[in-house]
């Protein structure tokens, strides 16, 4: 979504110069602090559409950057940028308001395609949680519980393919919006790919993964969710 206002929080001048270059040759117009104090003042000020926020901050930390803008009912999109990349870590950011985390390093173009999400989805909330099958996922925190009662954490493309699958149900996904949505455009996975992290999620969430309920294999084309269980 071109002609959207960005605010980048980034210490690392190049890594802040690097983004904002991308951004504005995508068309949107882009405003980058570099400590927690200035975020803060920005973030107020200039009314983004979305906030960009490196985790490790000087002066304030992007936590607490998020968690008193959200304090002060603010409902900006955010993005969180760190190197601390664990699923405990990504959930520190998303409890403490965050939308999305990308951990360091990334590829750009992944990043483009995190950001374009979630200028689409603008400022309502996103879903947190899927359930089927007695399943329930949390979607932003990748963490499943299953029907048995049992706990596990999904991977970033098992959680992607899922996600993607779940936001259109009943339909014929194509392997090649599968590739373009989760690998994105920086790397050439074969539908071998694709096929092996479905394998994965039928083990994981099917009764009987060689009969599959929920996600079925449309032959030569790609996949489809049925969260209500029908074949």
Same mark, same amino acid.
């Not at 099958?133 to 393919?161: C, F, I």
């Given at each position: 979504?071109? =002609?959207? /206002? %960005?605010?980048?929080?980034?210490?690392?001048?190049?890594?802040?110069? %690097?983004?904002?270059?991308?951004?504005r040759d995508?068309?949107?117009d882009?405003?980058?602090?570099?400590?927690?104090?200035?975020?803060? *003042?920005?973030?107020?000020?200039?009314a983004?559409? $979305?906030?960009? &926020?490196?985790?490790?901050?000087?002066?304030?930390?992007?936590?607490n950057?998020?968690?008193t803008?959200r304090?002060?009912?603010?409902?900006? +999109?955010?993005?969180?940028?760190?190197?601390? =990349?664990q #699923?405990?870590e990504r959930?520190?950011?998303?409890?403490?308001?965050g939308?999305?985390?990308?951990?360091? +390093?990334?590829?750009l173009p992944?990043? &483009?395609?995190?950001? @374009?999400?979630?200028?689409? @989805?603008? @400022?309502?909330?996103?879903?947190?949680?899927? *359930?089927?099958?007695?399943?329930?996922?949390?979607?932003l925190?990748?963490?499943v519980t &299953? #029907?048995?009662?049992?706990?596990?954490?999904?991977?970033?493309?098992?959680?992607?393919?899922? /996600?993607? &699958?779940?936001?259109?149900?009943?339909?014929?996904v +194509?392997?090649?919006?599968i590739?373009?949505?989760?690998?994105g455009?920086?790397?050439?996975?074969?539908?071998r790919? %694709?096929?092996?992290?479905?394998? /994965?999620?039928? /083990? $994981?969430?099917?009764?009987?993964p060689?009969?599959? *309920?929920?996600?079925?294999?449309?032959?030569? %084309?790609?996949?489809?969710?049925?969260?209500?269980?029908? +074949?």
């Amino acid at each position: 979504m071109s =002609g959207s /206002k %960005v605010l980048i929080v980034e210490d690392e001048q190049a890594l802040a110069d %690097v983004l904002a270059d991308n951004l504005r040759d995508e068309g949107h117009d882009v405003q980058v602090a570099h400590d927690g104090h200035a975020a803060l *003042t920005a973030w107020r000020d200039g009314a983004p559409d $979305l906030v960009v &926020l490196d985790v490790m901050l000087p002066a304030m930390n992007g936590l607490n950057v998020c968690k008193t803008r959200r304090s002060e009912g603010d409902d900006t +999109p955010v993005l969180f940028l760190s190197a601390l =990349g664990q #699923a405990d870590e990504r959930v520190a950011g998303l409890e403490a308001g965050g939308d999305d985390y990308l951990a360091k +390093p990334f590829h750009l173009p992944e990043f &483009l395609l995190r950001v @374009r999400a979630l200028l689409r @989805r603008g @400022r309502s909330a996103p879903e947190r949680t899927l *359930t089927f099958g007695g399943h329930e996922v949390d979607l932003l925190a990748w963490r499943v519980t &299953l #029907a048995n009662g049992q706990h596990e954490n999904l991977s970033e493309r098992e959680m992607g393919l899922l /996600k993607l &699958l779940a936001s259109r149900p009943g339909e014929v996904v +194509p392997r090649d919006d599968i590739l373009d949505e989760v690998w994105g455009d920086d790397v050439f996975p074969s539908s071998r790919t %694709v096929d092996n992290v479905v394998v /994965k999620l039928r /083990k $994981l969430f099917e009764p009987n993964p060689s009969e599959p *309920t929920f996600i079925h294999t449309v032959w030569g %084309v790609g996949y489809r969710f049925t969260p209500e269980g029908n +074949p």
